[in-house]
């Protein structure tokens, strides 16, 4: 990792929380959102505010549907070109979650102007631009301010066929859950604002973080797959709990399934764990049972807020090998089957 330029603070010191760790919280997002269920909601929008799913979908025609999403927030680390990279990601993942293919972003910036260099922030930008061009789009435009904490992000576009995409409602019993990314990303954020993360531990936050969720595209036309989601700043145990309540069935996840970036969970033992893993739980804690003796450092991983994490694919039990076959053939040679959709009402249970 590069160091800050010597006269600056580092990035993370001008956050208050980073990455998807500054989202706010579930349950209070839900009283903020409350009255905007009342504004007119015309045909063409196949996907809006519904069921928290990860982009809107406008119809544009028969075969074509705009998706339309925006992700932005804080620095997650001091290296101003990752810190581009990782949050330019995470915002074209959502188009990638709904099945769709990237075309064009506009950037969203926020910066401190008289506390980081030009160079510095200029490196940011780069940062996001190194992104788009791995998914191959332009950034179009976008808007600046002068803010009091350093945000970037984006406004990302991408096109779908209306028949495929798809929604984090949509798991159906009997479907298996595979996940794309190890989780751990929140937790190696909190060991690197205290300078406790080693120099392996940090490219492995990187290589993750960075890596585009390319495989949603053709995830999204392979038949036997149902829903689609990332998990990002809820936390894996959020996430699941958004797709169980829209598909109205019961998600039981395999706890020791579920894969771990190397040394996540000897961090967290350690204590480096985020505010927001905290305030995830009191959000919806109340609708995941969890086995005796599930140790208190398994749940804060469980609700764990990724930044740029994995794809989240309820998908027919006999679909699960090509789903998996798609995850390594786009490079997610973590990819696992974690979990299992059965009758029931909107809740995890953990085994």
């Not at 990752?82 to 330019?88: L, V």
């Not at 967290?268 to 005796?292: H, I, K, Q």
Request: proline letters at 6%; charged letters at 15%.
């Amino acid at each position: 990792m590069n160091a800050p330029i010597a006269s600056e603070p580092r990035l993370t010191s001008l956050s208050h929380g980073g990455g998807c760790g500054c989202k706010i919280a579930p349950g209070v997002l839900t009283g903020l959102l409350r009255g905007t269920a009342m504004l007119p909601v015309p045909e063409a929008l196949l996907v809006g505010i519904e069921t928290s799913d990860d982009a809107a979908v406008y119809r544009l025609n028969d075969d074509q549907a705009l998706v339309a999403t925006t992700d932005f927030f804080m620095p997650i680390v001091d290296d101003p070109l990752d810190f581009g990279r990782i949050a330019a990601t995470n915002a074209i993942s959502d188009v990638y979650a709904m099945g769709a293919t990237p075309i064009m972003a506009l950037s969203l910036v926020g910066m401190p102007i008289n506390t980081l260099s030009s160079d510095t922030i200029a490196r940011i930008l780069e940062g996001g631009a190194m992104a788009c061009r791995d998914a191959g789009i332009p950034i179009a435009g976008g808007h600046t301010i002068d803010s009091v904490e350093a945000i970037y992000g984006l406004v990302a576009m991408g096109l779908v066929d209306p028949a495929h995409v798809k929604r984090n409602a949509g798991a159906r019993p009997g479907d298996l859950l595979i996940l794309g990314k190890p989780l751990g990303v929140g937790v190696m954020s909190a060991a690197l604002k205290k300078e406790a993360l080693d120099a392996e531990g940090y490219a492995q936050m990187i290589a993750a973080t960075t890596r585009l969720n390319t495989p949603g595209p053709d995830l999204a036309r392979l038949p036997g797959v149902h829903a689609m989601t990332d998990v990002t700043g809820f936390g894996l145990a959020g996430h699941m709990l958004e797709m169980a309540r829209g598909s109205n069935c019961e998600l039981r996840l395999n706890w020791k399934a579920v894969p771990l970036l190397p040394g996540a969970r000897a961090l967290a033992s350690s204590g480096f764990v985020t505010g927001a893993s905290g305030r995830n739980w009191a959000s919806y804690g109340e609708d995941v049972s969890l086995p005796d003796g599930f140790a208190d450092v398994d749940r804060a991983l469980l609700s764990d807020p990724q930044t740029s994490g994995g794809l989240l694919v309820s998908c027919a039990a006999q679909s699960a090998d090509s789903v998996l076959a798609i995850f390594r053939d786009h490079g997610f040679a973590d990819a696992a089957v974690i979990a299992e959709a059965h009758e029931g009402a909107g809740r995890l249970t953990v085994t």
